[in-house]
Nanobody, 113 residues
Framework: QVQLVESGGGLVQPGGSLRLSCVASGFTFSSYPLNWYRQAPGKERELVAN????????MYAVSVHGRFTVSRDNVKNTAYLRMNNLKPEDTAKYYC??????RGQGTQVTVSS
């Protein structure tokens, strides 16, 4: 059974940091690239970051470039999204997804003072 489980979200003040985790099971994690998405209420889903299968290349949305870092550990079947200098507009539910495999249930990130 394919599973992707996110964790690490929460409430943080502007300028703060969080690290999200995405634990995968039920498929060969290292064979697939991975995406991080976010969706805020009333807004379309946004692709935030992507990382290749080997973790040796990545891309970021313009809105998060320079503040977010995506990484993965294929031994632990886990991907991470390190988010620094968070802004109120980063408030959203964050999901990890693997193309043609599945997507997690998401973890809420709220940036507010």
């Amino acid at each position: 059974q394919v599973q992707l489980v996110e964790s690490g979200g929460g409430l943080v003040q502007p300028g703060g940091s969080l690290r999200l985790s995405c634990v995968a099971s039920g498929f060969t994690f290292s064979s697939y690239p991975l995406n991080w998405y976010r969706q805020a209420p009333g807004k379309e889903r946004e692709l935030v970051a992507n990382i290749t299968r080997a973790g040796d290349n990545w891309m970021y949305a313009v809105s998060v470039h320079g503040r977010f870092t995506v990484s993965r550990d294929n031994v632990k079947n886990t991907a991470y999204l390190r988010m620094n200098n968070l802004k109120p507009e980063d408030t959203a539910k964050y999901y990890c997804g693997v193309p043609r495999v599945g997507r997690g249930q998401g973890t809420q990130v709220t940036v507010s003072s």
